[in-house]
């Protein structure tokens, strides 16, 4: 079956602009999350969504947002890019959460000038 | 603050060698994760140990869950080239963290052939 999709795979954009990321997870899974990857903090959480409802969310100003398709797809949108924005955003699909585990896309790599 | 310490940050090794990545916490877990990272890709999923004490065998690897369900432990058998990569523990389901999938900053392993 297939995998996680993220597109793009690669994205450059400049300070104050916004942003829209892609996921679509493996055909059956509800629970999608989504995660920021940068070399100084590693992997930080931002929101898991299951069945279009916003489930859990982390740390991250309000700037982060999130949704949910009927058909489980996923978006998330930055806006108002800072250079600190700067990561790759990876996301994650299960059949019910993350208790058994996820499977990750190829991600998300974000760069602000 | 990592939520789950892993040691050591990094290990560079010869071909055939063995070794034992830790991971632990203070948080108690309902599961705890390993997934291995290629740069560029997302972490895929190793293994999944849910029960206190739980020792799994992948192969030359070997999972284990502490008894208090705070810890975890990977150990490699003669390690190859190909096992070179970023390993990340996660714990999922810890009060502390609103039931987040929560990750360990990685170990970076090379080995040498």
Known sequence: ?113 | TQLLEQSPQFLSIQEGENLTVYCNSSSVFSSLQWYRQEPGEGPVLLVTVVTGGEVKKLKRLTFQFGDARKDSSLHITAAQPGDTGLYLCAGEGAVEYGNKLVFGAGTILRVKS
């Open chain 1, 1 to 113: 079956k297939a995998g996680v999709t993220q597109t793009p795979r690669y994205l450059i954009k400049t300070r104050g602009q916004q942003v829209t990321l892609s996921c679509s997870p493996i055909s059956g899974h509800r629970s999608v999350s989504w995660y920021q990857q940068t070399p100084g903090q590693g992997l930080q959480f931002l929101f898991e969504y299951f069945s279009e409802t916003q489930r859990n969310k982390g740390n991250f100003p309000g700037r982060f947002s999130g949704r949910q398709f009927s058909n489980s797809r996923s978006e998330m949108n930055v806006s108002t890019l800072e250079l600190g924005d700067s990561a790759l955003y990876l996301c994650a699909s299960s059949l019910l959460g993350a208790h058994y585990g996820y499977t990750f896309g190829s991600g998300t790599r974000l760069t602000v000038v």
